[in-house]
């Protein structure tokens, strides 16, 4: 069964921190990361990782900021986020580049349903 499953989301203060996880199963991919969606903002690519040489890449705004790691026993990624600010909220998803393989930024083509997060005091 093809699952992309997100979770981590949640409420933050200012400067704090969460890590965002993602089990991707049922089917191989060449990059997984994240893209995020804010209320009347477009979409915008944060981060995503290479499977076959681990090569990363970050959105300007969250560089220095975020940390993409994957796990490859378990088949998940995570996204380590720092130094949280209001503009980070947003709904953030977990996708798959399963063609491309492109890093910088990656082309998806499946994702899962988002978690949440929100930097508000």
């Known amino acids: 069964q093809v699952q992309v499953v997100e979770s981590g989301g949640g409420l933050v203060l200012p400067g704090g921190s969460l890590r965002l996880s993602c089990a991707a199963s049922g089917f191989s991919y060449l990059a997984i990361g994240w893209f995020r969606q804010a209320p009347g903002k477009e979409r915008e690519g944060v981060s995503c990782?290479?499977?076959?040489?681990?090569?990363?890449y970050y959105a300007d705004s969250v560089k220095g900021r975020f940390t993409i790691s994957r796990d490859n026993v378990k088949n998940t990624v995570y996204l380590q986020m720092n130094s949280l600010k209001p503009e980070d909220t947003a709904v953030y998803y977990c996708?798959?580049?399963?063609?491309?393989?492109?890093?910088?930024?990656?082309?998806?083509?499946?994702w899962g349903q988002g978690t949440e997060v929100t930097v508000s005091s």
């Open positions: 996708a798959t580049d399963r063609y491309s393989g492109r890093i910088g930024p990656c082309q998806y083509d499946y």
């Open positions: 990782i290479s499977v076959s040489d681990g090569s990363t």
